[in-house]
């Protein structure tokens, strides 16, 4: 099985700050990568899919590079509806497991 | 409206079942995989099981063997069939659809709200 690695669990950044989630894969998993947001009582929402392409809907403050086992997820400049808890899935092969996740909070 | 509802948890005994179902509407339902997900209280999600369009079937280890997932397309429903339930099992659980057709293993672009399992005595 491929395990994912995300990092950090938790951050505190303030409005207007530019963050970076990132998540390991234990093998390559070619781009086969999404992220999601969540927000407390919520569903998940899908931010961005194939590691870099950005869900319909979804601001362009928010970017996905990587490649191989290394991915990042960056929110250019935070607005204060990005606090929430950001997870990664591979879905490369099965089982297709999410990341840990990474709850960002207000500093 | 492209949805999906989820029904069917509850509060159940350690050892007993409980039936999950999902009502989708909106897309041609028998055309996709789709799948569960589950979050324990204050955890993080964890995938439980995918069901193909033509029924092939995957399940994560922690739930094989006492979970089967299962599918009507005549009613556009996806199930789950929870037994031997055990108090880690307690988690909200949601079904989940991906935008595309072409592999059984994709991103959730599409997500139910949810609903609660509670395994207690």
């Known amino acids: 099985d491929i395990q994912m690695t995300q990092s950090p669990s938790s951050l505190s950044a303030s409005v207007g700050d530019r963050v970076t989630i990132t998540c390991r894969a234990s093998q390559d998993i070619s781009n086969s990568l999404a992220w999601y947001q969540q927000k407390p009582g919520k569903a998940p929402k899908l931010l961005l899919y194939?590691?870099?392409r950005l869900q319909s809907g979804v601001p362009s403050r928010f970017s996905g590079s990587g490649s191989g086992t290394d991915y990042t997820l960056t929110i250019s400049s935070l607005q204060p509806e990005d606090f929430a808890t950001y997870y990664c899935q591979h879905y490369y092969s099965n089982p297709p497991p999410f990341g840990g996740g990474t709850k960002v909070e207000i500093k | 409206e492209v949805q999906l509802l989820e029904s069917g948890g509850g509060l159940v005994q350690p050892g007993g079942s409980l039936r999950l179902s999902c009502a989708a509407s909106?897309?041609?339902?028998?055309?996709?995989?789709m799948s569960w997900v589950r979050q324990a209280p204050g955890k993080g999600l964890e995938w439980v099981s995918v069901?193909?369009?033509?029924?092939?079937?995957y399940y994560a280890a922690s739930v094989k063997g006492r979970f089967t997932i299962s599918r009507d397309n005549s009613k556009n429903t996806l199930y789950l069939q929870m037994n031997s339930l055990r108090a880690e099992d307690t988690a909200v659980y949601y079904c989940?659809?991906?935008?595309?057709?072409?592999?059984?293993?994709?991103?959730?672009?599409?997500w139910g709200q949810g609903t609660m399992v509670t395994v207690s005595s």
């Open positions: 909106g897309f041609t339902f028998s055309s996709y995989a």
């Open positions: 989940a659809k991906p935008e595309g057709y072409a592999s059984i293993f994709d991103a959730f672009h599409l």
């Open positions: 194939a590691a870099s």
């Open positions: 069901i193909s369009s033509g029924s092939s079937t």
